[in-house]
């Protein structure tokens, strides 16, 4: 029998309180302190209120060439997440218990690889000379040897490959509370394979589509190890432009404003997206 708190009783305060405490101490607390360097002036006139990191960011293109392509790529990275995770999602739910615990165990097992080795894996099929080439020369497909490396091609299928469990582990997640009855009952009314699946299981699995392209959009927005192996130095994203600005530049003041200006910009685009589909998922 499913039990509801009571209301006014402190369970729900007990039940928060640890992932509040580190929310914040692990998010919360860290953004404050990137928003304060942020709009700190450093040098001759160091404490001084500023806003100069920021018209730094605004006034100089090469910076806005690499907020166009980070989200341009997180976007496309996401599309292609959604287009291939769903179907997949969808066999997974359907399958039997033997199979659907082998395709979790396919889909699970690459997260158990640190990122960096599945990278350098990567490397070594897109470089020039590397798997991919070799086959393209087997199928007679191509003369010369040819290389993904340092194109945004190239980092769309590592990041793809990276990201795609989360979108479908989460979509399974929603498509199994779907009572099987409803696909029955359309079944029964006359619609097809696709037709119920349109009608009934894409829209009652909204949630979990929403939640795992946030979740996969986030990641590949804030990601620059992949990024910056496969694309190299000349396709920087944001994130990689902070870690330059903080470690090689140390200039910690644009690289928090970098950081700040990224984070609005996620928020601005993922905050819209979550209403909108939780509408569309009646939740």
Request: charged share 10%; glycine share 10%.
């Amino acid at each position: 029998m499913t039990q509801s708190l009571r209301p006014g009783s402190r369970e729900p305060a007990f039940l928060l309180a640890p992932g509040l405490f580190f929310l914040l101490i692990a998010f919360f607390f860290p953004t404050l302190q990137l928003l304060a360097q942020s709009v700190i002036a450093v040098g001759s006139e160091a404490g001084r209120l500023t806003l100069e990191h920021y018209a730094k960011a605004f006034s100089d293109d090469f910076y806005a060439g690499i907020a166009f392509r980070t989200f341009k790529l997180s976007i496309i990275i996401t599309a292609i997440c959604l287009l291939i995770g769903f179907p997949l999602a969808v066999a997974m739910s359907r399958a039997g218990r033997g199979v659907r615990t082998l395709l979790i165990l396919i889909i699970v097992l690459p997260l158990m690889t640190s990122v960096v080795i599945r990278t350098f894996g990567w490397l070594v099929i897109l470089g020039p000379g590397g798997v991919l080439s070799w086959t393209l020369n087997a199928l007679g497909l191509i003369d010369n040897s040819v290389s993904l490396m340092h194109t945004e091609t190239g980092i769309v299928i590592a990041m793809v490959q990276v990201l795609l469990p989360f979108l479908v582990l989460t979509t399974l997640g929603s498509l199994n509370q779907i009572p099987k009855s409803l696909e029955e009952a359309a079944r029964v009314m006359g619609a097809g394979f696709f037709r119920g699946i349109r009608h009934v299981t894409l829209p009652m699995s909204v949630p979990g589509l929403a939640s795992g392209s946030v979740l996969v959009f986030a990641l590949s927005i804030s990601s620059f190890i992949t990024p910056s192996l496969v694309g190299g130095v000349r396709l920087p994203v944001v994130a990689g432009s902070i870690y330059q600005q903080m470690t090689g530049s140390f200039d910690w003041g644009f690289g928090a404003a970098l950081s700040v200006l990224l984070l609005i910009a996620t928020l601005v685009l993922i905050v819209p997206y979550m209403v909108l589909t939780s509408r569309m998922g009646g939740r």
